[in-house]
């Protein structure tokens, strides 16, 4: 069973073009990460989201944070060949006596951006 | 470099064998992570260590996986008797909690296992 469901799989657009990402669950999440991984190498972190509606922006890439905290966004505005990557979203799980837990990531979303 | 380090960065090994990677975290982070990603995948959670208590464990870690943070400090995980569906990159990350939630986790550049 996926936690954190991602969508699309796979985005192919031309230089210019904007799109949005979705991570989606049924689980409460106490933060959300959005990180960004390039082939044959670790994935890095955009951004955290901890609040309810939050929305926090990085140059061209918007982040959204669900009201209930379950699903989020990530919208890129005139993507360009160097966003192409492997976009993950990661939910911050309650863990047990430290109340702080694991990490759960979707499946990714593989982005070209063709010039 | 203070980066998270891994080592090997690829091993090559036959089924039945057995590997261990290598984790040299982010020196003031307490925490540490396993993940195992396979290719356009997300990583998928195997253990953490907060400090050198082992806190939780996925089911993926079967029998033959043996994860180990003995100072506090690297961490090693090890496979035993190798099957070819443990070919993947398994990705160290370490991190610090912040305000009682998940830090960011700093991740290394992965140790990728292939088993012929």
């Known amino acids: 069973t996926q936690l954190l469901e991602q969508s699309p799989q796979f985005l192919s657009i031309q230089e210019g073009e904007n799109l949005t990402v979705y991570c989606n669950s049924s689980?409460?999440?106490?933060?959300l990460q959005w990180y960004r991984q390039e082939p044959g190498e670790g994935p890095v972190l955009l951004v955290t989201?901890?609040?309810?509606?939050e929305v926090k922006k990085l140059k061209r890439l918007t982040f959204q944070f669900g009201d209930a905290r379950k699903d989020s966004s990530l919208h890129i505005t005139a993507a360009q060949p160097g966003d192409t990557g492997l976009y993950l979203c990661?939910?911050?799980?309650?863990?047990?006596?430290?109340?702080?837990?694991?990490?759960?990531f979707g499946q990714g979303t593989t982005l070209q951006v063709k010039p | 470099d203070t980066g998270v380090s891994q080592d090997p960065r690829h091993k090559i090994t036959k089924r039945g064998q057995n590997v261990t990677f290598r984790c040299d975290p982010i020196?003031?982070?307490?925490?540490l992570y396993w993940y195992r990603q396979t290719l356009g995948q997300g990583p998928e959670f195997l253990t953490y260590?907060?400090?050198?208590?082992?806190?939780?464990k996925s089911r993926l870690l079967s029998d033959r996986f043996s994860a180990e943070r003995p100072k506090g400090s690297f961490s090693t995980l090890e496979i035993q008797r190798t099957e070819q569906g443990d070919s993947a990159m398994y990705l160290c990350?370490?991190?610090?909690?912040?305000?009682?939630?998940?830090?960011?986790?700093?991740f290394g550049e992965g140790s990728r296992l292939t088993v012929l």
């Open positions: 990661a939910g911050g799980l309650r863990g047990g006596p430290s109340n702080t837990g694991k990490l759960i």
């Open positions: 260590f907060q400090n050198e208590a082992q806190l939780e």
């Open positions: 990350a370490s991190s610090l909690p912040i305000g009682g939630k998940t830090g960011e986790l700093f």
């Open positions: 989201v901890v609040t309810g509606g």
């Open positions: 689980s409460v999440f106490s933060s």
């Open positions: 020196s003031e982070h307490n925490r």
